[in-house]
């Protein structure tokens, strides 16, 4: 059974950076495709990046894109997110999940293995 436990998040103001961690535990989730998902309070939770195994395939949410670098070590099997240049709407709990089943989809649905969250607040 994989766990994912992330780490990193706080309070920042506008403008400053972050850095989240996700660390598996149970098995290796070196060959999963992995994502970053955030929620925002009374909103659906989004798409915010991802990243295919090999880290040879990454994609953005527009919303984040050239300000947050999704990256992973497969030795430590941790998944990070550099977030720079914060803005307030960026405020949400972050998750992060591992792809088991191959879907390689920008969909929560298509996410088997789920952290419990970090929470990540931007002042203005």
């Known amino acids: 059974q994989v766990q994912l436990v992330e780490s990193g998040g706080g309070l920042v103001q506008a403008g400053g950076s972050l850095r989240l961690s996700c660390a598996a535990s149970?098995?290796?989730?070196?060959?999963?495709?992995m994502g970053w998902f955030r929620q925002a309070p009374g909103k659906e939770r989004e798409f915010v990046a991802r990243?295919?195994?090999?880290?040879?395939?990454?994609d953005y949410a527009d919303s984040v894109k050239g300000r947050f670098t999704i990256s992973r070590d497969n030795a430590k099997d941790t998944l990070y997110l550099q977030m720079n240049s914060l803005k307030p709407e960026d405020t949400a709990v972050y998750y992060c999940?591992?792809?088991?089943?191959?879907?390689?989809?920008?969909?929560?649905?298509?996410?088997?293995?789920w952290g419990q969250g970090a929470q990540v607040t931007v002042s203005s």
């Open positions: 149970g098995r290796t989730v070196s060959t999963y495709a």
């Open positions: 990243i295919s195994g090999s880290g040879r395939l990454i």
């Open positions: 999940a591992a792809d088991s089943r191959a879907r390689w989809s920008l969909r929560t649905s298509g996410y088997d293995i």
